[in-house]
């Protein structure tokens, strides 16, 4: 299983966009990359999911290089409520989930 | 989106006791559910698969005597935490995917905070 790496923590500023990269060298060539949001005491949220190039949504991006080695979840004009854990992961198959470390994204007003 | 549903959302607990917390999929069958927990300020961390019809699959360092899994419909999982001690309060989250075709969504349920007193 291609292990992730995120960085532990981000400040932001409502309005502003903001950019959370993913490393992981060593995905596989069926894995899919997925990214989650977690509130405190809640189960994890689907945000977005890509295999390569750009994904968007109603609510973010996500841009997959080439090489698949990283993946960066963009997030537009975040606001207060923004204000939780995001996590990346590698997906193949199964749907069985082993979350990193996660980003903690503090959004200040 | 699908929706799982856990019940209770919190329980206290008296040492020794064994507690019982459900997980349902509310408008789809899942084969296939699985149970995390999340201490404070840490990640999920997965405990255990949950297969219809058949036994649990736990991950390693994981006391299958400890953490009882029944996955007696397609609907529902439960997972029973026996004589449960202080170290094991924590969060407790399940999840289920409509199928088991590749990267479906998986769906969250909303967790279940367990205290033991």
């Known amino acids: 299983l291609a292990k992730t790496t995120q960085p532990i923590s981000m400040d932001s500023y409502e309005g502003q966009e903001v950019n959370i990269t993913c490393s992981h060298n060593?995905?596989?060539?069926?894995?899919?990359i997925t990214w989650y949001q977690q509130f405190p005491s809640q189960g994890p949220r689907f945000i977005i999911q890509g295999y390569k190039t750009k994904v968007t949504n109603e609510v973010a991006s996500l841009f997959i290089p080439a090489d698949r080695k990283s993946s960066t979840l963009s997030l537009p004009r975040v606001s207060l409520s923004d204000t939780a854990v995001y996590y990346c992961?590698?997906?193949?198959?199964?749907?069985?989930?082993?979350f990193g470390s996660g980003t903690k994204l503090n959004v200040k007003p | 989106g699908a929706v799982v549903s856990q019940h209770p959302s919190w329980v206290i607990c008296k040492s020794g006791t064994s507690v019982k917390i459900e997980c349902r999929s509310l408008?789809?069958?899942?084969?296939?559910m699985f149970w995390y927990r999340q201490f404070p300020k840490q990640s999920l961390m997965l405990m255990a698969t949950?297969?219809?019809?058949?036994?649990?699959?736990?991950e390693q360092g994981v006391e299958k005597d400890k953490f009882l899994i029944n996955h007696a419909s397609l609907t529902l999982s439960t997972l029973t935490v026996t004589s449960a001690h202080p170290e094991d309060s924590s969060f407790y989250i399940c999840?289920?995917?409509?199928?088991?075709?590749?990267?479906?969504?998986?769906?969250f349920g909303q967790g279940t905070r367990l205290t033991v007193v």
């Open positions: 408008d789809f069958q899942a084969t296939t």
């Open positions: 060593n995905i596989a060539t069926n894995d899919y």
């Open positions: 949950s297969n219809e019809g058949s036994k649990a699959t736990y």
């Open positions: 999840s289920a995917s409509r199928d088991s075709r590749v990267n479906t969504e998986a769906f």
């Open positions: 992961l590698v997906i193949y198959n199964f749907n069985k989930f082993y």
